[in-house]
């Protein structure tokens, strides 16, 4: 059995767009239906992808704004991240662009490992964000897409397993070969 790998991942989005409600169904299986501003939390876990284990670090951000700068503490070290908007929210959508854009502006590279989410499908007759504008995002940004909801555990796990192959993916591995690279 290959020894456990080391991902520390962000997750990061606009206020209340339900970071730590996904974050906390992933680790914990459960939802809590009350508001609770974060302003820095860690999760850990180990999971198994592809015959490979898994240290999962999970940075749950503080919610930004287009006008925040992007906190220099989750540029270095983290090999994906989580964006997240909410699908009842056109401004959380713009926020997640503009978070994007600044990621790649201040790692300096053209692509990083991101899932982009959509996050409270089950509030449907709220929505204001459509899936296909979803993916088309994504498409423009390489990232893979899913939406999700945190209160019916809807594809939350898919979100970071798909995230952990994407990081294998850029570190030029294509699943559960060795990593020897230095990334
Ligand atoms: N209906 C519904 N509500 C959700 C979902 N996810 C989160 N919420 C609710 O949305 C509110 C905000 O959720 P949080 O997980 O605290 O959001 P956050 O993005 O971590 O917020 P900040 O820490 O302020 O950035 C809470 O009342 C959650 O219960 C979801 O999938 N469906």
Request: net charge negative; proline share 3%; charged share 25%.
């Amino acid at each position: 059995m290959p020894a456990a790998k080391q991902r520390k991942i962000a997750v990061m989005g606009y206020r209340s767009v339900g970071k730590s409600s996904l974050s906390i169904q992933f680790i914990e299986g459960q939802f809590v239906d009350s508001y609770d501003p974060t302003i820095e939390n860690t999760f850990t876990k180990t999971v198994r992808v592809n015959s490979q284990d898994y240290e999962i670090r999970l940075m749950d951000t503080a919610g930004l704004d287009e006008y925040s700068m992007f906190p220099s503490q989750y540029v270095i070290d983290i090999h994906g991240y989580v964006l997240v908007y909410s699908i009842t929210s056109v401004k959380s959508f713009d926020v997640v662009k503009s978070i994007y854009n600044k990621l790649l502006d201040i790692t300096g590279k053209v692509q990083v490992p991101v899932v982009l989410v959509g996050n409270k499908t089950d509030l449907h007759l709220e929505r204001q964000v459509s899936t296909s504008d979803g993916k088309k995002l994504a498409k423009d940004w390489n990232a893979i897409f899913l939406e999700t909801s945190a209160k019916e555990n809807l594809s939350v796990s898919d979100v970071f397993h798909l995230l952990l192959s994407e990081i294998e993916k850029a570190n030029g591995n294509s699943g559960d070969k060795p990593n020897c690279s230095i990334s």
